[in-house]
């Protein structure tokens, strides 16, 4: 497994913590545009996706052999389970735990094990490796998200100057 994906995995909980602290409950509900998630949804997602996304995708395929991993829609997830009403501490609380043990229990696994894959019913075959390091670049796009978030929040305060940017 690539050296970074594990020191990735292990320091976000800290760089979420870090984005976050200076920021009012209110700035973390605001989105940034009507279809764009906010802070407070970004991490309930987080929180959420720890067990269902990754850990359980990657306990299946250790435990059977090639099995068909199930399909996560988001969006549908995000409404369901009201990640717009979930205190975001408590969501950065809940992922914090979850990772400190997926990281442990990520660590462990053998060569033999990373190797192992599923099929995903929308990308096809992947393998235990592949998956871990596609959350370490997950992690990476929401933390890139949040500090979105926090340019949007900025920028209409930045007057004529607005002239050089174009936000995304
Ligand atoms: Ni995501």
Do not use: C
Not at 100 to 117: D, E, T
Request: charged share 30%; no cysteine.
């Amino acid at each position: 497994m690539l050296r970074d994906v594990v020191a990735i995995l292990a320091s976000t909980p800290d760089e979420l913590k870090r984005e976050i602290v200076s920021m009012s409950s209110q700035e973390m509900k605001r989105r940034p545009a009507a279809k764009k998630w906010s802070v407070q949804e970004v991490l309930a997602h987080l929180d959420d996706i720890e067990e269902i996304g990754m850990r359980a995708r990657v306990a299946a395929m250790i435990e059977a052999d090639n099995p068909t991993l199930p399909l996560v829609d988001q969006e549908r997830r995000a409404v369901e389970m009201k990640y717009n009403r979930i205190n975001p501490l408590k969501s950065l609380a809940g992922f914090t735990r979850q990772r400190q043990a997926n990281l442990k229990w990520i660590k462990k696994l053998r060569p033999a094990q990373l190797k192992r894959q599923g099929t995903h019913p929308e990308v096809g075959v992947i393998s235990v490796e592949e998956l871990v390091t596609e959350w370490a670049l997950h992690d990476l796009g929401h933390i890139k998200q949040i500090l979105e978030i926090k340019r949007y929040a900025l920028y209409p305060h930045i007057g004529n100057m607005r002239a050089f940017y174009r936000l995304s």
